[in-house]
């Protein structure tokens, strides 16, 4: 059983693109992230859900929307995709407040060409 | 804000050896987590081990053993007997008690030298 899924695990497409990422977690966690890894590996929290709301958005561009439709789901929407979105994305989950540590998800490998 | 330093960008050590991994961090709040994140090849986040800031014993994971000096805000990374799978970039983060967020260090790459 997969605690923490997201689809696809790879994704090439053209510049201009919309492109999708969803999330799903079996752990029954409130807290949900997105992350970004970079070409030098360095992680970097994008957006946190908790029970479906929006906790953190740390200053990425509005062409980034997550939606979250329950507190097991976390989907990342990505408009007019550029050369600099070329990444990998984690999705992952925790408990909230006096939670612990974070599962991810295996991320997704997004290449824009 | 809290930030988390990981000074060595690379290490390798001889299999069967013990290596130190290091990592440092800043924060003013006293109830807090700290992790050390495996990522292999594969890419998936593996957690290794965890550290409850109020805890004074150091937490051991099998041959992984942490060293957690809270007054110098230091958390270093012990892996002993080191084995060709232990290659990896190593991760050390950070959470608040009452955050919702983790954060990482820049990360360290492991080589294992058969």
């Known amino acids: 059983d997969t605690a923490v899924s997201q689809t696809p695990k790879y994704l090439v497409t053209q510049m201009g693109n919309d492109k999708s990422i969803k999330c799903e977690q079996n752990?029954?966690?409130?807290?949900m992230y997105w992350y970004k890894q970079d070409s030098k590996k360095f992680l970097k929290i994008m957006f946190s859900?908790?029970?479906?709301?929006?906790?953190i958005n740390e200053t990425v561009p509005n062409r980034f929307s997550p939606k979250s439709p329950d507190k097991a789901h976390l989907n990342l929407h990505i408009n007019s995709l550029e050369l600099g979105d070329s990444a990998v994305y984690f999705c992952a989950s925790s408990q909230g407040q006096g939670g612990t540590e974070a599962f991810f998800g295996q991320g997704t490998r997004l290449t824009v060409v | 804000a809290q930030t988390v330093t990981q000074s060595q960008p690379e290490m390798s050590v001889q299999e069967a050896e013990t290596v130190t991994l290091s990592c440092t961090y800043d924060t003013s709040e006293s109830d807090y987590y700290l992790f050390w994140y495996k990522q292999p090849p594969s890419r998936q986040m593996i957690l290794v081990i965890r550290q409850e800031a109020y805890k004074q014993q150091n937490a051991t994971e099998n041959r992984f053993s942490v060293n957690f000096q809270k007054a110098a805000k230091s958390f270093s990374l012990k892996i002993s007997d080191s084995q060709l799978g232990d290659a990896a970039m190593y991760f050390c983060?950070?959470?608040?008690?009452?955050?919702?967020?983790?954060?990482f260090g820049k990360g360290t790459r492991l080589h294992i030298l058969p």
């Open positions: 859900y908790n029970n479906k709301e929006l906790i």
């Open positions: 983060a950070y959470r608040g008690y009452r955050d919702d967020k983790i954060i």
């Open positions: 752990l029954g966690h409130d807290t």
